[in-house]
């Protein structure tokens, strides 16, 4: 079947535009996260979600970063007044059931802020 | 919260040989330890997981130990292979916390 999807895979954007990165799991996978990974690095918790309920959204980095998942299946990631320091490859993830099971990454979108 | 410390941040093998990865976790809370292999401008895939009740799980040429008492698993490949070659990374995560916390990767390279 079709794994995880994202897009766009590359977003070039000027400094204080808004971004969203869209993610589409794998169908009928209750969890989806979202990691950022930094070149040469391991991925980076953002947030979660079970069904379109956010459980867990200690990783986001500051109030520029929200996520959703409205229908509990397509999630979207949103960045505010990008920075620089925005500037990474966020990875989404989905897994079938909640913990403990394999989390199933998409292919990434790199975002490059000018 | 949880950290993961993995090691070595390089390893070089020659085909053939046997490479082992090793990462300690902070939390004992922790219960499931999967195992990442990303290849270059790829996304990461998971290629063996463990749970804190198992001591040792294999999969062909690839095994995953873990110590509870002392905090670490680890990731051992034998008769390596070139396509072997890539970066590792484990990961921790703990009942009632879902999210994945990852070490900071091994570079693996098998020379022919």
């Known amino acids: 079947g079709a794994g995880v999807s994202q897009s766009p895979r590359y977003k070039v954007t000027k400094r204080g535009q808004d971004v969203a990165l869209r993610c589409d799991p794998i169908?009928?996978?209750?969890?989806l996260y979202w990691y950022r990974q930094a070149l040469g690095q391991g991925p980076e918790f953002l947030t979660y979600?079970?069904?379109?309920?956010?459980?867990?959204k200690s990783g986001l980095p500051n109030d520029r970063f929200s996520a959703e998942r409205p229908e509990g299946s397509i999630s979207t990631l949103t960045i505010q007044r990008t920075e620089q320091r925005d500037s990474a490859m966020y990875r989404c993830?989905?897994?079938?059931?909640?913990?403990?099971?394999?989390?199933?990454f998409g292919p990434g979108t790199r975002l490059l802020v000018l | 919260g949880e950290n993961v410390e993995q090691h070595p941040s390089t390893l070089s093998v020659q085909e053939g040989d046997s490479a082992v990865i090793k990462c300690t976790y902070s939390?004992?809370?922790?219960?499931?330890f999967p195992w990442y292999k990303q290849e270059l401008g790829k996304r990461p895939q998971l290629i063996i997981d463990?749970?804190?009740?198992?001591g040792e799980k294999k999969d062909q040429r690839i095994a995953v130990t873990l110590n509870k008492t002392a905090k670490h698993f680890s990731l051992h490949i034998t008769e390596t292979q070139p396509e072997d070659s890539a970066v590792y990374f484990c990961?921790?995560?703990?009942?009632?916390?879902?999210?994945?916390?990852f070490g900071t990767g091994t570079r693996l390279l098998v020379s022919p």
């Open positions: 993830a989905s897994s079938f059931k909640r913990e403990g099971q394999t989390q199933y």
């Open positions: 169908s009928g996978h209750v969890s």
């Open positions: 979600f079970n069904y379109e309920a956010q459980q867990d």
């Open positions: 939390d004992s809370a922790s219960n499931y």
């Open positions: 463990i749970r804190s009740n198992v």
């Open positions: 990961a921790a995560s703990k009942t009632g916390f879902q999210k994945l916390v």
